[in-house]
């Protein structure tokens, strides 16, 4: 049986392109300076009196940028080929 992307390759089937997407690493490490960033400036408005964009910026690089930055970097979710879908398709054929 041919491997995808070889010359008898079913029509659906088709190889992605990694060409222009980033790395999960980057884009992990990206997110996670964002979300510092927003704590920085968040910490840097607070010492110089602001009540309202102090608050936001803090829950924004607290709440929200640092744990997408953990949840990209996490290891696992959805994979092709992980065990339970080897198991499944190992029956059909």
């Known amino acids: ?16 392109s990694t060409k222009g997407v980033l790395s999960l690493k980057v884009l992990t490490v990206i997110t996670f300076a964002c979300g510092l960033a927003l704590i920085a400036f968040g910490f840097a408005s607070l010492s110089r009196g602001s009540l309202t964009l102090a608050p936001v910026l803090l ?24 065990g339970g879908d080897e198991r499944a398709n190992s029956s059909a054929g």
């Open 1 to 16: 049986m041919p491997l995808p992307g070889e010359s008898g390759t079913p029509a659906g089937w088709r190889i992605p």
């Open 59 to 82: 829950i924004g690089g607290y709440c929200v940028a640092i744990p997408v930055a953990i949840m990209i970097g996490r290891p696992g979710g959805r994979q092709t080929g992980s």
